[in-house]
Structures are given as structure tokens and as C-alpha cells.
């Protein structure tokens, strides 16, 4: 074998540099002691420009360091896990890689538009190994749960969280229709039961910690109606959709705060029967979890996929009304949440006891799913399937919210770090809607969620919004701002049992030309 001591180290580091993969680096380490010094030597350069190729930069991490990072990063996610309930050791130390590259990824530094190196090792993470394939596989409802595993409380366990967290972070690759990323969905008939579950029992977020469990069975339900061909339910018209309308991953660094999120949506969502949905919240984890129900709207084709269109006004006077009180009742979009304990949901209170505050400037995304939950009654379409809401005074939209007596600056301060929305789209006709972002802090260590509140009204000839057409709706931000996924209910049924409620999802489409959203004016 010919001598390499003749070649200069910096020949040397140009050599490594076309080696494609870190086995051929260590074989060409391993020649003779000149190739180990310039692969190991000058501040490991070579590991730090192999670093810089799979993995985005870190401030500070250099030197012997940053080649430990390396190497221990590439061989846990070359090796990757079975991913089960999130305990094994396995599970965690990957878990933790994963999240880390998650934290770091920063898609708005990276030149030329292109995706950050912490993404498309995510990516090829997700192509090669379980942490999606078995999405849902192995959970049930784990707030029911008293089961144990290997000593830990199945429903509070970190580890089982930060499993979840990470796999809702990552979910926009399960709704990809390539065929690499085609996963067989797993639990629908358990992940049916929890998007149309009890709200008190199943809140969407509980003060300010995000139901994990919850979100990851409604992402679970509407991957298996957007992306299962057998079931023939959305799956036809969401594969028609380009891929820039489809839902996609975060395109910048995530941090946490309320913030403007896109300005052009799709969404959809789902209902069930009264009746049928009685029997599906009389159900419980142990029942024969077989029998599916036919989801109502989902199976309408390209009619169920709907759009939205949100904006952000900067300042109160441009948006279309003051933020008004009945609102604000049924939301609780600015009440502060409780300081201590694990409080109810804020938007699903069966008190409206909520402080009256006056609204600030805000901007937020769509909430909203675009298309009515419930068939507004005046749709004789509707009138056989849908009884009419209780009746109630008509409101006018520029009745405002009127600020409390006992308005303090505690109050202030949570309303003003929150975000205002108005938005506006089509479901058979015109509809409307308006709604805040409150900034929530970070889920098993991943910044970026929000909770979205947002209520969607239609406006009558006279002016006013239909008080018997009101439609709430609560859901999560991911991190990244491209998906919401939540509840909607029927604000005027608040005192029936049971509420009548069930699933949507809104995705941002952004990057696609807006030619089918609607125009008409918000004033």
C-alpha cells in the first residue's frame, strides 16, 4: 500500500471529504497513523464538516465534543428502536436524540430554501425505523389506565410523553402519500372512541399542559380517513391534492409564544349521530373495540375538504368587531388560567365564570375547520339529521366585550402576550369566524404549541351573526404552525348531555397558489 505521509493533511481533509458515509471515513482513518491524524487531528474538522452534513450547527459545539455528538447520534439512529410505550432505555436515549434534533432544526438559516440537515435526518429517521409506523399501536386511553409498566404509572410517566410528544411533532409525515411513508394505521376503532369522547373526561388541554393522548388518537383518525385507500372515505379526494396542499412539517426554528401562523388553510372534520354517539362515550378501553362507526361528513369527497382564509390585523379598530362577551363566555379565549392545580379546560367550563375582559391586539391562525360540524337548520338538507339549536337572541357583531370592573394587570399581561384572529371562508355559503392564539410552554422539553380558540358565525341580512348557528372550536397548534388539530361543539347545547362534538383538522397551504379561496369582504 503506498505511503500517505507524502500527502499535505489539508490533501488529506479534501480526500475524506468525498467519502460518503462515516464507514468509509473510519476505514480511510484506519490506513496508516498519517490518515489517523488528519481524520482525528486540526480540531476534527472532518467530524465537524461531518457533522455540518447530517446534522444542523450548534453554537459552541466544537472539537472532541461535537465528534462524541456525532458519532454517538449516528450510530443510536442507525441502530433506531422498537418503539413501544416509550420506557426501554433504547426508546429514551433515541427519544432524547430526537428531540434534541427537533429543538436545533432551523429550516429559515439554511441556504437556498432548502430543508435544515436536522430535517432530513428526521426524515430518513422516519423512512427506516418504527417511531410512526406503529403511531397509536400500543396506547389506549391513558387516563383510564391504572396499569403499571416496569414500575412506572403508565398515564403520568414522562418518558411515555416525551414518546408522544415527539411522534405529534413529527405526524406531518404520516399524512404524505408516498410510498415510503405509507404506515398501516393501527387502534382506529380506539382513536374513534377518543375524538369523539366526553369533553370533561378528555380536554384538549388541561391548564396549560396539551393532552398528548388525545391530539395523537385525532391525528391517528384523520391519517386513516385521509390516507387509507380501503376505507374509501377522504382518501380519493386528498390524493388529488398537490403536495404543496397537503399537511407539511415546520420551515423555521421553533419557539414558544402566540403568534401569527398562515394565511391560506384546508381542513376538515367529522360527525357522528346523536345515537351514535351516546354508544360510542358509553363505551369504555376494555370494550371490543371492532365495531366502527361511520363518520358523517369525512365521506362527502372533495366537498370535505374545506378552506380558510385568516388574517391578522395589527390593530383592534381593523378588526370587524370588538371581541364580544358571549364569546368570550363560552371560550375563555383571555381568562387567565388557574395558577395552581390541574384545571378544566378554559373553552369547555360548564360555567361561563370567566372575567370580562376587553380584547387586545392579536393574530393567530385558522381554527376554524372549514366546514360546519353541524349542519347549520336552515339547511333543509340538514333538518331531518341535525335538531335545531336552542333558540336565543339574536347578537349583533359590534357588540363589544366589555372590559371588567376588576381588571388587573395580571389579567392585562395574559391578554396582551395573546393573539387575535378573523377569518373568513365557504361551507354552502359565506361564513365567519374570529378567535385568539394563546401561547402555551414547552411539551416534554419541544417549544412551539399554541391553543387555538375560535368561534365561526354566519351573518344574517340585518347585519347580526345567527345566534343559533354558533360553532366553538379548541385545538392545538403543533410546533411549526402548519397544523391544528381539536374539538368543535355546539355552544348553544352546553347544558344537554351529552355535548354534542367531535373532531377537525386545518393544515396551512401556504406554499400553493390561493386560487379557490374565497373573496368576499370581513366588513
Given at each position: ?221 384523520f391519517k386513516n380517513h385521509m390516507c387509507n385507500p380501503t376505507d374509501q372515505t377522504m ?219 375560535m368561534m365561526k358565525y354566519f351573518i344574517m341580512e340585518d347585519g347580526t351573526f345567527d ?57
Amino acid at each position: 500500500m503506498a505511503n500517505l505521509d507524502v500527502l499535505c493533511i489539508e490533501l488529506q481533509h479534501m480526500i475524506v471529504g468525498f467519502l460518503d458515509s462515516d464507514q468509509a471515513i473510519c476505514n480511510y482513518r484506519s490506513i496508516c497513523r498519517s490518515t489517523q491524524a488528519a481524520v482525528d487531528e486540526r480540531g476534527c474538522y472532518v467530524w465537524s464538516d461531518a457533522f455540518a452534513r447530517n446534522f444542523d450547527r450548534e453554537p459552541g459545539l466544537r472539537g472532541e465534543k461535537l465528534k462524541q455528538m456525532y458519532q454517538t447520534r449516528r450510530k443510536r439512529l442507525r441502530k433506531g428502536a422498537n418503539f413501544r410505550m416509550g420506557y426501554g432505555n433504547r426508546e429514551q436515549q433515541i427519544l432524547y436524540i430526537l428531540r434534541d434534533l427537533i429543538c436545533n432544526s432551523n429550516s429559515a438559516a439554511t441556504k437556498d430554501g432548502e430543508d435544515s440537515p436536522n430535517y432530513r435526518t428526521l426524515a430518513r429517521f422516519v423512512v427506516n425505523h418504527d417511531i410512526l409506523r406503529q403511531f397509536c399501536k400500543h396506547q389506549t386511553h391513558f387516563f383510564e389506565t391504572t396499569n403499571r409498566f416496569r414500575g412506572h404509572n403508565v398515564a403520568t410517566s414522562k418518558p411515555q410523553a416525551l414518546l408522544l410528544a415527539v411522534q405529534i411533532t413529527l405526524s406531518a409525515f404520516t399524512f404524505s402519500l408516498a410510498p415510503e411513508m405509507s404506515f398501516k394505521t393501527w387502534s382506529f376503532g380506539e382513536s374513534q372512541r377518543r375524538a369523539y369522547g366526553d369533553i370533561q373526561r378528555d380536554q384538549v388541554v388541561q391548564g396549560n399542559v396539551v393532552n398528548l393522548s388525545w391530539v395523537a388518537h385525532v391525528i391517528n383518525f384523520f391519517k386513516n380517513h385521509m390516507c387509507n385507500p380501503t376505507d374509501q372515505t377522504m382518501f380519493d379526494a386528498y390524493s388529488e391534492l398537490p403536495t404543496e396542499e397537503q399537511p407539511s412539517g415546520w420551515t423555521e426554528k421553533l419557539k414558544n409564544g402566540a403568534g401569527n401562523l398562515g394565511t391560506y388553510w384546508k381542513g376538515t372534520y367529522a360527525y357522528l349521530e346523536r345515537n351514535e354517539m351516546a354508544d360510542i362515550r358509553s363505551s369504555s378501553v376494555l370494550d371490543d373495540q371492532d365495531e366502527i362507526y361511520t363518520d358523517k361528513n369525512i365521506d362527502g369527497g372533495a366537498r370535505a375538504i374545506q378552506t380558510l382564509t385568516l388574517e391578522f390585523p395589527e390593530k383592534k379598530s381593523d378588526f370587524t368587531f370588538p371581541w364580544p362577551r358571549q364569546f368570550e363566555q363560552i371560550l375563555k379565549s383571555i381568562t387567565p388560567p388557574p395558577s395552581t392545580g390541574f384545571p378544566r379546560t378554559r373553552a369547555q367550563h360548564q360555567r361561563f365564570d370567566g372575567p370580562n375582559s376587553s380584547p387586545t391586539q392579536l393574530h393567530t391562525p385558522p381554527a376554524t375547520p372549514s366546514s360546519r360540524p353541524y349542519i347549520d337548520p336552515r339547511n333543509p338538507r340538514a333538518a331531518s339529521r341535525t335538531p335545531s339549536p336552542h333558540a336565543s337572541r339574536r347578537n349583533s357583531p359590534t357588540s363589544p366585550t366589555t372590559p371588567g370592573a376588576n381588571s388587573n394587570s395580571a389579567i392585562d399581561t395574559f391578554i396582551n402576550s395573546n393573539v387575535r384572529f378573523q377569518g373568513k371562508g365557504w361551507d354552502e355559503e359565506n361564513f365567519y369566524s374570529t378567535g385568539w392564539l394563546n401561547a402555551l410552554p414547552s411539551q416534554q422539553g419541544i417549544p412551539g404549541w399554541q391553543r387555538m380558540t375560535m368561534m365561526k358565525y354566519f351573518i344574517m341580512e340585518d347585519g347580526t351573526f345567527d345566534n343559533e348557528a354558533l360553532w366553538a372550536y379548541e385545538g392545538v397548534v403543533l410546533p411549526g404552525g402548519k397544523i391544528i388539530v381539536g374539538r368543535w361543539w355546539a355552544p348553544s347545547e352546553v347544558d344537554m348531555a351529552p355535548l354534542y362534538s367531535g373532531p377537525f383538522i386545518l393544515w396551512n397551504v401556504d406554499k400553493s397558489e390561493p386560487a379557490d379561496q374565497p373573496e368576499f369582504n370581513m366588513h
